[in-house]
Nanobody
Framework: QVQLVESGGGLVQAGGSLRLSCAAS????????MGWFRRAPGKEREFVAT????????YYADSVKGRFTISRDNAQNTVYLQMNSLKPEDTAVYYC????????????????????WGQGTQVTVSS
C-alpha cells in the first residue's frame, strides 16, 4: 500500500503560481511512477503530468506544457507540481497518484492504471 497526501492548493490570481506537493508513505516510493490529475467542476478527471521512478522522464498534457513542471525527491518521498502562468481554466481539484513503474508511457497517462490516490487539493484561479 502507498498512502498519498497532497498539499499546496489555494486561491491565486490568473498569471500567478502555486506549488503542489504530494507526500508518500508506505511501500518503496522510488519504485513508483507518480502522476498528477485534476477534475474541474462538471468535467471528468484528466491527466496533467507524470514522472517515472527515477525522474528521468516526464510527460505533460498539452494544456499545461510549458507552464507546469513535475519533479520528485525520492529521498523525501515527495513529488511536486510547480504551476506557473495559471489560468482560470486550471481551476480544479488536483490529485496525485502512484503506480508501479513498469507498464509504459500509455499507462502513465491513464488514470485507471493508478491504484493509489491522494485525497486531492483544491486549486482556484481567479480572473
Amino acid at each position: 500500500q502507498v498512502q498519498l497526501v497532497e498539499s499546496g492548493g489555494g486561491l491565486v490570481q490568473a498569471g500567478g503560481s502555486l506549488r503542489l506537493s504530494c507526500a508518500a508513505s508506505g511501500r518503496t516510493f522510488s519504485s513508483y511512477a507518480m502522476g498528477w490529475f485534476r477534475r474541474a467542476p462538471g468535467k471528468e478527471r484528466e491527466f496533467v503530468a507524470t514522472i517515472t521512478w527515477s525522474g528521468g522522464n516526464t510527460y505533460y498534457a498539452d494544456s499545461v506544457k510549458g507552464r507546469f513542471t513535475i519533479s520528485r525527491d525520492n529521498a523525501q518521498n515527495t513529488v511536486y507540481l510547480q504551476m506557473n502562468s495559471l489560468k482560470p481554466e486550471d481551476t480544479a481539484v488536483y490529485y496525485c497518484a502512484a503506480q508501479e513503474d513498469r507498464y509504459g508511457t500509455t499507462s502513465l497517462r491513464t488514470s485507471t492504471k493508478y491504484p493509489y490516490w491522494g485525497q486531492g487539493t483544491q486549486v482556484t484561479v481567479s480572473s
